[in-house]
């Protein structure tokens, strides 16, 4: 039985993976960490709530990281140390902390995805292709970004994603732009647009329910247990 340790437990993401442990039959939660410890949390024998970080980590065979982008450095160099397994899906990381996951895959397996619904990494893949076909001739690629008022990067993680979808399948041939919208309830929508002279390409994913991200973020930590150490992504998991 694998290990589940999630740090940001009691925000949105944290609830719904808990919950996605919770119905698994390969894995068990076996602690959870945030900055205040809530009344109302689950307490049930063998599961450590705290405030201490390390604590977690230190009885996870993997850790999922779901808090803020300014902690995520500090958090993978700690999983290092203690030699656990690091998931993270957290938004909005600088180039340095990407760096910094990096030097820390470099003791651990580690899988970094801004993103962690399995049909984006699918859908990534359709956009690379257009961008290959579409490379040689004048295409403009724009990228539109929806998300939930609460959602402080923009553009997002995704779009950024998608967008380097576009560049590696055109050789940086054409750079795509960028629309965000922050606004309401929206989970997650983006659409890839590739407009060529009285013609358009729409692809479009839309995520209508966070469970699709929680559901995403432990199959990825699920595979992850036990794989060599190194830098990994969502698709890696799917194998593409």
């Known amino acids: 039985m694998i290990r589940i340790g999630i740090i940001g437990y009691g925000g949105r993401m944290g609830q719904a993976i808990a919950a996605e442990v919770a119905a698994s039959n390969d894995c068990i939660l076996v602690g959870g ?3 205040v410890i809530q009344p109302h949390w689950e307490k049930r024998e063998g599961l450590l709530l705290t405030t201490n970080v ?3 980590i230190g009885v996870s065979d ?3 990281d779901f808090t803020l982008a300014e902690s995520v450095p500090e958090h993978a160099r700690r999983a290092a140390a203690h030699g656990t397994a ?4 957290v938004t909005g990381l600088a180039p340095a902390s990407i760096e910094a996951l990096k030097q820390a895959a470099r003791d651990i397996p580690l899988l970094y995805a801004p993103n962690t619904s399995l049909s984006l990494a699918a859908t990534k893949q359709i956009v690379k292709l257009a961008a290959k076909l579409l490379g ?4 403009d690629v724009a990228i539109l970004d929806e998300h939930h008022r ?3 990067d ?3 993680g995704t779009a950024l994603a998608l967008g380097e979808a576009v560049t590696a399948g055109n050789g940086g041939a054409r750079q795509p732009s960028y629309a965000a919208i922050r606004a309401g309830f929206t989970v997650g929508e983006h659409e890839v647009s590739f407009f060529g002279e009285g013609e358009v390409i729409r692809i479009r994913h839309s995520v209508p329910d966070r469970r699709i991200f929680a559901k995403g973020a432990l199959r990825a930590a699920l595979w992850l247990h036990g794989k060599p150490k190194g830098y990994y992504g969502m698709d890696d998991v799917l194998g593409i």
Do not use: E, H, N
């Open 33 to 35: 960490a945030d900055r």
């Open 62 to 64: 993997v850790l999922i």
């Open 86 to 89: 690091y998931m993270s899906g």
């Open 154 to 156: 923009a553009p997002s």
């Open 150 to 152: 609460m959602k402080k």
């Open 136 to 139: 040689p001739f004048d295409y």
């Open 54 to 56: 390390d604590d977690v």
